[in-house]
Structures are given as C-alpha cells and as structure tokens.
C-alpha cells in the first residue's frame, strides 16, 4: 500500500509569489497515476492535476504539475487572493490514498 | 452540468446504522465508477469506497471492509453507502465522487458538496 506525505505542512506566502508544495510516496507511482486537488473552507475538494502534469478542465494555468516515481510537485507560478487553500496529493491506483495536505495561507 | 448531491445523513448512537445517498445527473451514471471519500472534523481527506462503472465490483478501505456496503442503482441515477456498526470515529462529512474516465484508474472529477455523519451517544 502506498502511503503519501506532503511538504511543507503549511506554507506562508504573499500574493504573486510562487509556491512549490512537494509530495512524496512510499513507493513508486505506477503510471504517474498522480492527483492534486484544492479545497477552500466548506467547500469539496477540486480537482486540479491527473496523471501527474495534466490540468483538469478549467483549470488556469498558473498550476503546474511535475514528477514520476517517488517524487511530485505542485507549482502555482504566481498565488492569487483565490488560491489560498489546502492542497492535497492522491494515488489512484488501488487502493487510492490522500496525502496529508499542505496549507497555503497569506504571508 | 454535472451534479451530485448527498443526502442521509445525521446523528446517529455508536453501533447504529445510517444509509447515504447520492443522486448524480449530467452524465451517463452507469458508465462510471464512483466513490465515496470522508473527511472527519478538521482533518484531511480519506477515501472510503469505490463501485466500478464497468461491471459492479466494488472496493473499500480496511476501516470500514465489513461495516459499510456500496451499491448502487443505474435506473435511480443514484449512490448509496450503507453504514452499519459505526463508531466514533467514523464521524466525518461524507462526499461522493465521479471518476474522471470509464475505466481504470483514475482520479475524482466532480464532488458532491458533503453530507455530516455524526456518530455519538
């Protein structure tokens, strides 16, 4: 079973900074089956990253993801007021796992 | 337009049970797998279970294998998670999910927008 951490645990930044949240697995992730999503306060989670790089539908393109193996990486090239929230990692081979989260907040 | 929405839950006293549905529309609902994933208060998201959209089989977590059954029915449009044997710490908003393809693996597109499950005495 493929366990997931997350880094940093929360991450403190300004708007129109960039931020690099990193996620880590126990094992390699066949395929780059490979998840990001976002989620405000009260709200589900969004998805934003399959297969590791790929954007979901309607997603800008101020996210970016990269990675293969072990080691991923979410990158938003420049944070707006709406992008403050917790990101969360997940594999979706079986069974599929969530890492722990990372909390982007305002700086 | 995509929609799920959630409905069933409550307060509920340890070792009772309760039955979460979730009704989808915007798509064709017996093509795809779906899930359910549960966040308890102030914590991250674990998933639950998973009903495959090609042929029924279904999949769960080991802290609930046992206790919680998923079904579903195709002529409703309609999820379902029935929970039986709960416990404290089964207390979390519960979300169903779509997968984003028909088949294999894949991640979670469309997210209801919750429903509280709270298991206390």
């Known amino acids: 079973e493929i366990v997931l951490t997350q880094s940093p645990g929360t991450l403190s930044l300004s708007p129109g900074e960039r931020a690099t949240l990193s996620c880590r697995a126990s094992?390699?992730?066949?395929?780059?089956?490979l998840a990001w999503y976002q989620q405000k306060p009260g709200q589900a989670p969004r998805l934003l990253i399959n297969g590791a790089s790929s954007r979901a539908t309607g997603i800008p393109d101020r996210f970016s993801g990269s990675g293969s193996g072990t080691d991923f990486t979410l990158t938003i090239s420049r944070l707006e007021p709406e992008d403050f929230a917790v990101y969360y990692c997940?594999?979706?081979?079986?069974?599929?796992?969530f890492g722990p989260g990372t909390k982007v907040d305002i700086k | 337009e995509v929609q799920l929405v959630e409905s069933g839950g409550g307060l509920v006293q340890p070792g009772g049970s309760l039955r979460l549905s979730c009704a989808a529309s915007g798509f064709t609902f017996s093509s795809y797998g779906m899930s359910w994933v549960r966040q308890a208060p102030g914590k991250g998201l674990e998933w639950v279970s998973t009903?495959?959209?090609?042929?029924?089989?279904?999949y769960y977590a080991d802290s609930v294998r046992g206790r919680f059954t998923i079904s579903k029915d195709s002529s409703k449009n309609t999820l379902y998670l029935q929970m039986n044997s709960l416990r404290a710490e089964d207390s979390a908003v519960y979300y169903c999910?779509?997968?984003?393809?028909?088949?294999?693996?894949?991640?979670?597109?469309?997210w209801g927008q919750g429903t509280l499950v709270t298991v206390s005495s």
């Open positions: 999910a779509k997968k984003l393809s028909r088949t294999g693996y894949a991640p979670l597109d469309y």
């Open positions: 997940q594999q979706y081979t079986s069974p599929p796992r």
């Open positions: 094992q390699s992730v066949s395929s780059s089956y």
């Open positions: 009903i495959s959209g090609s042929d029924g089989s279904t």
